[in-house]
């Protein structure tokens, strides 16, 4: 059934099927019509923090999944993807942020505020975040040591907001790892001294996004994909953003993007001598 696709992507179909059939047997979803249950897998998805890319491939394999071996047309498929499609092509508004970021508290014992801005301060991915140790963070040069895909390693500059967040967070951690009499190397951890997890950091986000009135679908890449954008829209050198994101290639920064119509006029409008 899958003759015309790569072996990959062959493999990565294989992958998402076999996990959509286990979901299937929860008999929770029993009697969901095809469109509610792809939504409820994908949402679940979504709530355990996968990155918005997988979450892509997920949605591709089960629309094929439907339509070429159910060979069932699903209504409403173009709603649902515009819904529940993941990445970037959802950015909450400069303004947004700002009110999320300014009412932003630690809760439930994890350092939500510090996670919140360094998502969006420094523009890292999940798996980057939580894999940062004590030693990444340099508060004399004010900059994070990033290893992101495939080992590669820079160095992520923070303001003031990162630093304030860092300065309360860390004596709250020392009493933790020294009331569970424990050591460990990562910066952020959880309330029983271990490293904290994409998900629990997904569930963190996803709540305060909620709370503060931002749509359910905000994850810790709509953080990452916002401050990429927010900084084009200011003004910044996309070669710069590619740099600080840690995008191998110039082409991913653009398509990560996005830049709206309305922005691409707005800069034709101000900067082209024959807009005038």
Not at 96 to 123: K, N, S
Not at 144 to 165: N, Q, S, T, Y
Not at 236 to 256: C, K, N, P, S, V
Request: net charge positive; proline share 3%.
């Amino acid at each position: 059934m899958l003759r015309h696709f790569s072996i990959n992507t062959e493999k990565t179909y294989v992958h998402w099927l076999g996990r959509y059939g286990r979901f299937l047997k929860d008999p929770a979803v029993k009697g969901f019509t095809a469109e509610r249950k792809l939504e409820t897998f994908l949402t679940r998805l979504a709530l355990s923090g996968v990155a918005a890319a997988t979450q892509n491939q997920a949605f591709s394999a089960l629309l094929c999944f439907y339509r070429e071996v159910l060979k069932v047309e699903l209504t409403g498929v173009d709603a649902l993807r515009a819904r529940r499609q993941p990445g970037i092509r959802q950015c909450p508004s400069h303004e947004e942020v700002t009110q999320l970021l300014a009412t932003v508290a630690d809760l439930y014992g994890y350092p939500t505020r510090l996670i919140v801005h360094l998502l969006y301060g420094c523009g890292l991915r999940n798996s980057e975040l939580t894999g940062l140790n004590l030693e990444s963070i340099s508060l004399a040069a004010e900059s994070i040591l990033v290893r992101g895909k495939g080992k590669k390693e820079r160095m992520v500059p923070f303001g003031d907001a990162v630093r304030e967040a860092l300065g309360t967070y860390l004596p709250a951690r020392q009493k933790v790892l020294a009331e569970a009499r424990k050591t460990s190397v990562a910066l952020l951890i959880n309330q029983r001294g271990g490293r904290l997890t994409t998900r629990s950091v997904g569930r963190i986000v996803k709540r305060v996004a909620v709370a503060r009135g931002l749509p359910a679908e905000v994850h810790p890449h709509t953080l990452r994909h916002a401050f990429g954008t927010h900084m084009l829209e200011e003004g910044a050198d996309l070669r710069a953003i590619q740099e600080l994101l840690g995008h191998e290639r110039l082409a991913t920064t653009q398509r990560y993007t996005q830049l709206s119509t309305k922005h691409l006029m707005q800069v034709y409008d101000q900067t082209h001598p024959r807009a005038k």
